[in-house]
């Protein structure tokens, strides 16, 4: 089990900006695809935005695009997620992910994700 812990998440008005970060302690992230995936409440879980091992590809779900950055630093062994321009329907619970051998990475399939954090609640309000 690869513990990957997240932090950063928050309550802000629409427009804001948050920025939540993923700290894979003791592991070094720069041969793994990760992600950032959500869940809101009744809601299925979505894949929000994703980031090949080199960081030389990125995914990014519809409704993010041009609002969000994923990002990775491999020296800190860290993934970000800069989030500008939040709506309320950005409120959910979001997680990182690790996919060890990058199969699938784009597709965003949680089973194709082999390590979760924890969670980190983002909030919106109007």
């Known amino acids: 089990q690869v513990p990957l812990v997240e932090s950063g998440g928050g309550s802000v008005q629409a427009g804001g900006s948050l920025r939540l970060s993923c700290a894979a302690s003791g592991y070094t992230i720069s041969n793994w695809c990760m992600g950032w995936f959500r869940q809101a409440p009744g809601k299925e879980r979505e894949g929000v935005a994703a980031i090949y091992a080199g960081s030389i590809s990125i995914y990014y779900t519809d409704s993010v695009k041009g609002r969000f950055t994923i990002s990775r630093d491999n020296a800190k062994n860290t993934l970000y997620l800069q989030m500008n321009s939040l709506k309320p329907e950005d409120t959910a619970m979001y997680y990182c992910?690790?996919?060890?051998?990058?199969?699938?990475?784009?597709?965003?399939?949680?089973?194709?994700?082999?390590?979760w954090g924890q969670g980190t609640q983002v909030t919106i309000s109007a």
């Open positions: 992910a690790v996919n060890t051998r990058c199969v699938g990475w784009a597709r965003m399939r949680g089973d194709e994700y082999n390590y």
